[in-house]
């Protein structure tokens, strides 16, 4: 139990901590239009300012900014923005409290827990179902989770383990400080923003008592945030944890399930998690990421933008080095040889185009030590760009120099721990 730690937040170098954090996520300025590097400009100033106002109690967070993202799949996600000194301050206190709940946490919780990843949670779902066999998975969704977490539980949560009443009241704080939409305060009577710095360590507190409870009732799950699977040997052994879990998270903890995008999956027709499919022999990239992706590449290779090749593997270099990192997990060497050609010739295009002439063409292929006569093509045509007299000006060794990054290069695959809980 922890008693005394609003005093280790009254300290200026903590404060300089935490800033620098918020400063390396970045993120947009909230109510008061302070940008970070408006806040950075006169920093010692603004954290001695905070430091004040937190040792006489009159420090109080400002409404977060109301922003809506689009989903993928329609509809749009809530979030709340806080101004740049309640981050410092979330950030700060996140700090101070994470490593006294870290020790606690199921293992199989991975979401926004320092040193845990996605990979980490693909790879624990990958060894339930592979080496113990456990095929028949509960995939569940959670309707608009963090804005519907109960403020009362979330407080009574905390304080099993911090019972200092400054902290407590400071939480309170902010999951009361408000939202401001088109110009208007709305009070926030459930929920915590998804945005604050604070609300990520807030959830997994909160979900905690659901994976405990899960564990002690002999169910394997794994959870990403709000992104929940539980692993069972039998279709009947699924159906009883679907209707436990979903008692726990309505009666207990007050959130709602999602009937209609919670279901029951067999690892033979694959599990969607994460981004990726987990099958009983592989894993695959989502169909819907694969064309998300490709459309992005797309919009950075129109032929009709003019820039010079360079400058456009220059701009695509870091979308297919996130991509190649992420996905790299599954069993993806096809999809990555696939999508590598089709750029290639994506690429060629846009040369051919800025050649404008077959002169043009025709002098590279001399260059390279091809002999004439050479056919005379249309340099602005997609189909040619698949053409021999293409492949042979711009060989696949051309990209690799000029930069490229090369999918096909990519390892993919994955190796997992042989450790389950």
Same mark, same amino acid.
């Given at each position: ?53 937190l ?6 967070? %400002? ?23 309640d ?15 870290? #020790? ?50 979330i407080?009574?949560?905390?304080? %099993? ?32 923003? %998804? ?10 507190i909160?979900?905690? &008592?659901?994976?405990? #409870? ?21 279709? &009947?052994? &699924? ?22 995008k ?20 592989y ?11 490709? &459309? ?11 820039k ?27 999809d990555?040889?696939?999508?590598a ?29 091809y ?13 040619n760009?698949?053409s ?9 060794r051309?990209? %690799?120099?000029?930069?490229?990054v090369?999918? #096909? ?13």
């Amino acid at each position: 139990m922890y008693y005394s730690l609003y005093g280790q937040l009254l300290n200026k170098q903590r404060l300089y901590n935490g800033f620098r954090k918020v400063w390396k996520a970045k993120g947009a300025a909230g109510i008061d239009g302070q940008s970070l590097s408006d806040f950075a400009r006169d920093l010692s100033k603004h954290l001695e300012q905070l430091l004040s106002e937190l040792k006489t109690r009159q420090y109080r967070p %400002q409404p977060v900014r109301r922003v809506e993202i689009p989903k993928d799949g329609g509809g749009v996600r809530l979030l709340g923005i806080p101004t740049v000194r309640d981050r410092v301050v979330q950030q700060t206190l996140n700090d101070l409290l994470s490593p006294i709940f870290e #020790e606690q946490f199921h293992p199989s919780s991975y979401g926004y827990r320092p040193h845990r990843s996605c990979h980490d949670a693909i790879n624990k779902a990958t060894l339930f179902i592979r080496r113990y066999g456990l095929q028949h998975v509960v995939d569940m969704d959670l309707s608009k989770c963090f804005d519907t977490l109960d403020h009362e539980h979330i407080v009574q949560s905390i304080r %099993q383990r911090v019972t200092d009443g400054s902290v407590l009241e400071l939480i309170k704080q902010f999951l009361k400080s408000g939202v401001m939409a088109d110009g208007h305060w709305q009070p926030t009577e459930t929920g915590s923003p %998804q945005g604050g710095v604070i609300s990520p360590l807030i959830a997994n507190i909160y979900l905690d &008592a659901f994976d405990q #409870e899960m564990r002690q009732r002999g169910h394997r799950i794994v959870r990403y945030a709000d992104d929940i699977l539980i692993f069972c040997r039998s279709r &009947a052994g &699924a159906e009883n944890a679907l209707r436990q879990a979903t008692k726990i998270l309505e009666n207990e903890l007050k959130l709602t399930v999602n009937p209609t995008k919670s279901h029951i999956a067999h690892s033979d027709d694959g599990v969607k998690f994460l981004s990726v499919e987990i099958g009983s022999r592989y894993t695959r990239i989502q169909a819907r990421k694969l064309t998300g992706f490709m &459309a992005k590449l797309k919009q950075q290779t129109r032929r009709n933008g003019g820039k010079p090749l360079c400058q456009v593997i220059k701009a695509l270099n870091p979308l297919l080095r996130g991509f190649s990192h992420y996905f790299g997990i599954a069993n993806a060497h096809r999809d990555f040889k696939r999508i590598a050609a089709w750029l290639r010739r994506r690429l060629r295009s846009i040369q051919l185009k800025l050649w404008k002439e077959p002169s043009r063409l025709h002098r590279r292929l001399k260059q390279l030590g091809y002999k004439p006569p050479f056919r005379y093509i249309r340099m602005a045509s997609w189909r040619n760009a698949r053409s021999p007299l293409a492949s042979y000006a711009m060989p696949n060794r051309w990209f %690799q120099e000029l930069g490229l990054v090369n999918l #096909e290069d990519v390892r993919t695959g994955y190796v997992f721990s042989p450790q389950a809980e």
